[in-house]
């Protein structure tokens, strides 16, 4: 791994941890589902940066994670922040706002 490859992944996981940070200081401020749904994403993106982090420094194998060839691991950890994140805000936008 080179200086580039190791200083971009050194500031995701920087970047990723503040904001997985934020957002679980937020989670214990609000009751509200939709945040909720919203936070859930922000942590699961920061799990994705971590195990890409772990596989590409060779500690964990995403061989170890497939199912009959399809590694699922990868698919929910790159699919499910936007799941939550969408989930999240479709239901702030369904609420009625009374003007």
């Given at each position: 791994?080179?200086?580039?490859?190791?200083?971009?992944?050194?500031?995701?996981?920087?970047?990723?941890?503040f904001a997985t940070?934020?957002a679980i200081y937020?989670?214990?401020?609000?009751?509200?589902?939709?945040?909720?749904?919203?936070?859930?994403?922000?942590?699961?993106?920061?799990?994705?940066?971590?195990?890409?982090?772990?596989?590409?420094?060779?500690?964990?194998?995403?061989?170890?994670?497939?199912?009959?060839?399809?590694?699922?691991?990868?698919?929910?950890?790159?699919?499910?922040?936007?799941v939550f994140t969408?989930?999240?805000?479709?239901?702030?936008?369904?609420?009625?706002?009374?003007?």
């Amino acid at each position: 791994m080179d200086l580039a490859a190791f200083s971009a992944d050194a500031a995701h996981l920087l970047f990723g941890a503040f904001a997985t940070f934020s957002a679980i200081y937020l989670w214990s401020r609000t009751r509200d589902m939709a945040w909720t749904l919203v936070i859930i994403g922000a942590i699961v993106s920061y799990v994705d940066v971590v195990f890409a982090t772990l596989e590409s420094f060779g500690i964990l194998e995403a061989a170890l994670f497939v199912y009959n060839g399809i590694p699922i691991v990868r698919i929910v950890l790159a699919n499910a922040p936007l799941v939550f994140t969408g989930i999240g805000l479709l239901l702030a936008a369904s609420r009625k706002r009374v003007p």
